[in-house]
Nanobody, 123 residues
């Protein structure tokens, strides 16, 4: 059906930068909203940034001014540029997409999640 594959996580020092990528593949007709969420140990998953439609963007207050979400619709890919990283940004980051796809020739819509990529901010 459809897969979301994330990349770009890793270990970075405070104040550093990382760029996450998430590519969707499969029998995709179109992708509506795409976004990034994160889950730190012992905490619930939370919204980081989303692009619900067109060029509209939403950000968590904690990342505004530091993170930038963008999309390449031709590649079915969403990116998250993370600057001025802080230790509290440490979490597993998950990609999410609302995908319209073909299943046995029938169009369907479903919410998909990636497998997650670890981001660790530490000196």
């Amino acid at each position: 059906q459809v897969q979301l594959v994330e990349s770009g996580g890793g270990l970075v020092q405070p104040g550093g930068s990382l760029r996450l990528s998430c590519a969707a593949s499969g029998s995709i007709i179109s992708i509506n909203g795409m976004g990034w969420y994160r889950q730190a140990p012992g905490k619930e998953r939370e919204l980081v940034a989303t692009m619900p439609s067109g060029e509209t963007t939403n950000y968590a207050d904690s990342v505004k001014g530091r993170f930038t979400i963008s999309r390449d619709n031709a590649k079915n890919t969403v990116y998250l540029q993370m600057n001025s990283l802080r230790p509290e940004d440490t979490a597993v980051y998950y990609c999410n997409a609302d995908v319209r796809f073909l299943q046995y020739g029938i169009p369907r819509t479903r919410d998909y999640w990636g497998q997650g990529t670890q981001v660790t901010v530490s000196s």
